[in-house]
Every structure is written in structure tokens, then in C-alpha cells.
């Protein structure tokens, strides 16, 4: 397999030429990319640096490494315009055409996408982000009223992830409930859930998946076994059809996009910060 190595480079935290590089780098799926994160290239010291890294990997490797960046100052964008790779720069590409439709210049500030310049959305965030703590796997449920949205599904499925990205990137109090043997073989749903059916969103999963992911947990358990995995993947769809809980197969889906699709399907509105 081709393997190219890519640069993602920054005057801030790198998280959103992280993000916009991994959208555009997950259309090739024949080539194992290879990923150098450098945050906070905000001197022009410190693109020079990056620019030498970015040469010696050409030499050593023979093929021009590709390099998201996204940088606010011109100077230091410019220091990377005659470096030995492919430099494809956000910002650069889209600030201008947004400047020209819009007729006002740019602030040119970094670190707005992902600051703390709004605290009460910092302080929502935070709030949320230790409900989803506090409310994991069942632990909370006399608190589950708070709740926006009841993650449930069987052990291993993804909800405790999702419940942190929601709360971390979106402001939502989000809690999860794991489905068990005593659920299955009552073949209803616990009370403290029935009461809250209304905020319910299913995970399902693949049983193949599902029983590689449980085998790394603990192999050779019954707990990773294929049959006991197949038993509570179609056991817990069963309580999804029975109590009309919306539901979704996470096998092949980023965490990001079963977010997403939860707080569509739940109608949940993002906050003015997104």
C-alpha cells in the first residue's frame, strides 16, 4: 500500500486542520497516510523549523509529504510557500473569496474557532462534560431527568465516547445506559429508563465487531463470546422495536457522525457557539 506521510501544522491548538485534513484524507482509501501534528507554529522561527522537517522527510522519502496548515498571519503562511511539499492552507484558501463577497476585511485573530472568549459556552460545556461523567453507564439515573438525550445499548457499543463528544463539542447533557442479561430476559426495559423514553437513542453494532472489540477487553470470556455477543446485539434491536426507540448501526461510524445523527434524530439544537 502507498504510504504518504502529512503534515498538520498550526499557529493554534491544530484542531481544525486536524479536522478539515482527516475530511479530505478519508476520500483515498488506497494510501496509509502517516500524520506529524505540529500545534502552535506561531513565530516565524518555528516555520522555519517546521519547513526543514517537511524538506528532510522529501529527501528521505522521495515524494512530496502533504502539509494542512492553517495559519492567520501572512508571514508566517509565506515562509512555507517554497517548502518540499504539497501546501494546502484553509484560511489562505478561503478568507479571501469571503473578504471580496462580504466587503470587510478579516479579523486575521487566531485561536477564535476554539478559544474562551465566550465563557458562558465554556462553562456549559464544562457542566455537560461532568454530567456525561457523573451519569456513565447507569450511574446517575435519579439524575437522568437532566438529561437531553439516554444513550442505551449493550456494553462496548461506543455510548460512553459519544456521551463526552456531545457534551465536550456541543453543550449537551448526555447520559448512557448499558442493556444487560436481566433486561433481555425480562425483555423490557428497566423503569428508570421507561420513564425517560421519550430522550432515548439506541447504539447497535455489528456482532462481529462488537465481539472483536470485547475480545481485546477480556479474551476468551464469555463476555467476548460470539454467541453471548449475537444474543445481546439481537436481544437489545428486540427492546429498540418494542419500546419504538430510534436507533442506529455504529459499526462503520465516526464517533463525530453518530453525534451528529443522534441530535438530528432527537431534534436537538446545536448552540449559537457552534
Same mark, same amino acid.
Given at each position: ?8 501544522? /498550526? ?8 479536522? !478539515? ?13 502517516? @500524520? =506529524? ?6 513565530? %516565524?522561527?518555528?516555520? *522555519?523549523?517546521? %519547513? ?14 502533504? =502539509?494542512?496548515?492553517?495559519? %492567520? ?12 511539499? !504539497? ?15 462580504? @466587503? =470587510? ?6 485561536? +477564535? ?7 458562558? /459556552?465554556? /462553562? ?26 439516554? !444513550? %442505551? ?16 463539542? &456541543? ?24 420513564? &425517560?423514553?421519550? +430522550?432515548? #437513542? ?13 475480545? *481485546? ?15 445481546? =446485539? ?5 427492546? #429498540?422495536? +418494542? ?18 445523527k443522534a441530535m438530528q434524530i432527537k431534534e436537538i439544537k446545536r448552540h449559537e457557539w457552534d
Amino acid at each position: 500500500m502507498l504510504i504518504r506521510t502529512v503534515f498538520l501544522i /498550526s499557529d493554534q491548538t491544530g484542531i481544525t486542520a486536524e479536522t !478539515l485534513g482527516h475530511s479530505l484524507l478519508t476520500q483515498f482509501e488506497g494510501v496509509q497516510f502517516r @500524520e =506529524v501534528t505540529l500545534p502552535f507554529i506561531d513565530t %516565524v522561527d518555528k516555520a *522555519e523549523d517546521a %519547513v526543514r522537517r517537511i524538506n528532510l522527510t522529501y529527501e528521505l522519502e522521495g515524494s512530496k509529504p502533504i =502539509v494542512f496548515c492553517t495559519f %492567520v498571519q501572512s508571514e508566517i503562511r509565506e515562509v512555507f510557500f517554497d517548502c518540499k511539499g !504539497l501546501c494546502l492552507d484553509f484560511f489562505d484558501a478561503f478568507i479571501g473569496p469571503l473578504e471580496k463577497e462580504l @466587503e =470587510v476585511k478579516s479579523s486575521h485573530t487566531t485561536g +477564535k474557532a476554539h478559544g474562551l472568549s465566550d465563557s458562558n /459556552s465554556y /462553562s456549559r460545556r464544562m457542566e455537560a462534560v461532568n454530567y456525561a461523567v457523573t451519569s456513565d453507564d447507569g450511574l446517575n439515573p435519579d439524575g437522568m431527568g437532566l438529561a437531553q438525550i439516554i !444513550l %442505551v445499548g449493550v456494553s462496548r457499543c461506543g455510548k460512553t465516547p459519544t456521551c463526552l463528544y456531545l457534551a465536550l463539542q &456541543h453543550g449537551v447533557f448526555a447520559a448512557n445506559f448499558p442493556l444487560n442479561d436481566d433486561d433481555f430476559e425480562a425483555g423490557r426495559l428497566p423503569p428508570s429508563l421507561v420513564r &425517560h423514553q421519550a +430522550k432515548l #437513542f439506541g447504539l447497535s453494532i455489528d456482532p462481529a465487531r462488537l465481539q472483536q472489540i470485547r475480545e *481485546e477487553r477480556r479474551p476468551d470470556s464469555r463476555y467476548a463470546s460470539a454467541r453471548q455477543v449475537g444474543y445481546e =446485539v439481537r436481544a437489545a434491536e428486540s427492546l #429498540f422495536q +418494542k419500546y419504538n426507540i430510534p436507533s442506529m448501526n455504529i459499526t462503520h461510524t465516526s464517533i463525530e457522525e453518530i453525534a451528529a445523527k443522534a441530535m438530528q434524530i432527537k431534534e436537538i439544537k446545536r448552540h449559537e457557539w457552534d
